[in-house]
């Protein structure tokens, strides 16, 4: 059933179940590739907080999880440009990182990120992403742990805003 937010119609594209059960399997590989680490998970705000805590449930390593908030979107396109990392308040030099991140579109924020991270030394820096977009892509970022690939389109809900609304919608939804 399509939905409408704000002056755009969406139509379905995932479902709950199907986002639920892939965080899962990314939970996983995650306690699998870190078990004998114990992560730091850093959550980009504002579109990862649901992703960041559905996959963090899924976590069973001695592990932190920590938000930090930079931004890029206006409306429904990146403006390309990133604002520095705010709220990175515990030191990571020596820490395996795991970005947890609700899309990985253009990388522009992601690029940026990683560059003021690695200024802080730490062991690794791994990404986490619900969503990429392969084709939207500008740098060369590997996203280590994926949720779904998805065409170059713009989608909402579990997380992902325009502008601010629709992040409470449980499933995903693609713009009509």
């Given at each position: 059933m399509?939905i409408?937010?704000k002056?755009?119609?969406?139509k379905?594209?995932?479902t709950?179940?199907?986002?639920?059960?892939?965080?899962?399997e990314?939970?996983?590989?995650i306690?699998?590739?870190?078990?004998a680490?114990?992560p730091?998970?850093?959550?980009?705000?504002?579109?990862s907080?649901?992703?960041a805590?559905?996959?963090?449930?899924q976590?069973n390593l001695p592990?932190?999880i920590?938000f930090?908030?930079v931004?890029?979107?206006?409306?429904?396109s990146?403006t390309g440009?990133?604002?520095s990392?705010?709220g990175?308040?515990?030191?990571?030099?020596?820490?395996?990182?795991?970005l947890?991140?609700?899309?990985v579109?253009t990388?522009?924020?992601?690029?940026?990120l990683?560059?003021q991270l690695?200024?802080?030394?730490?062991?690794?820096?791994?990404?986490?992403?619900l969503?990429?977009?392969?084709e939207?892509?500008k740098?060369?970022?590997?996203?280590d742990?994926?949720?779904?690939?998805?065409?170059?389109?713009?989608?909402?809900?579990f997380g992902l805003d325009?502008d601010g609304y629709?992040?409470?919608?449980p499933d995903?939804?693609?713009?009509?």
């Amino acid at each position: 059933m399509e939905i409408t937010v704000k002056d755009k119609r969406f139509k379905p594209y995932l479902t709950h179940q199907q986002i639920d059960e892939r965080i899962k399997e990314l939970g996983k590989q995650i306690n699998e590739d870190y078990k004998a680490e114990e992560p730091l998970f850093i959550a980009i705000l504002n579109g990862s907080f649901m992703f960041a805590s559905h996959l963090y449930q899924q976590i069973n390593l001695p592990s932190q999880i920590t938000f930090v908030k930079v931004a890029s979107y206006s409306g429904t396109s990146s403006t390309g440009k990133v604002t520095s990392i705010i709220g990175l308040d515990m030191p990571i030099a020596g820490k395996h990182i795991i970005l947890v991140e609700d899309i990985v579109d253009t990388g522009n924020t992601m690029n940026e990120l990683l560059k003021q991270l690695h200024e802080h030394q730490p062991a690794s820096i791994k990404i986490a992403s619900l969503i990429q977009k392969p084709e939207a892509l500008k740098h060369p970022i590997t996203v280590d742990y994926i949720g779904f690939k998805i065409p170059n389109e713009f989608i909402v809900g579990f997380g992902l805003d325009y502008d601010g609304y629709g992040r409470n919608l449980p499933d995903i939804y693609q713009v009509v």
